[in-house]
Nanobody, 115 residues
């Protein structure tokens, strides 16, 4: 089993920044992908960014140039630096860890961007 705990969400004004953290614990394999997803009220959960254990990254078009995903393998932690936040970034942000043969989700952290 793997447990994921997110932190760093909160309320911020448009144009501001937040940094989310996701700490993984349990049976973590050396090859895995960690990612951030978000779900706004009334909308489906969507991909924000992913990063593999060797550092390859992928971003949703809506966050490219504003968000940066990173990870510290020694700490089993992934980060999401969010800059130039917009009201449309308001959502619950979820951390996901994918490793064969299973994926795991955290409980989510709320990010609210006021205009």
């Amino acid at each position: 089993q793997v447990q994921l705990v997110e932190s760093g969400g909160g309320l911020v004004q448009a144009g501001g920044s937040l940094r989310l953290s996701c700490v993984a614990s349990g049976s973590i394999f050396s090859l895995n992908t960690m990612g951030w997803y978000r779900q706004a009220p009334g909308k489906q959960r969507e991909l924000v960014a992913t990063i593999t254990s060797i550092g390859s990254t992928n971003y949703a078009d809506s966050v490219k140039g504003r968000f940066t995903i990173s990870r510290d393998n020694a700490k089993n932690t992934a980060y999401l630096q969010m800059n130039s936040l917009k009201p449309e970034d308001t959502a619950v942000y979820y951390c996901k860890l994918s490793q064969v043969p299973q994926s795991y989700w955290g409980q989510g952290t709320q990010v609210t961007v006021s205009s």
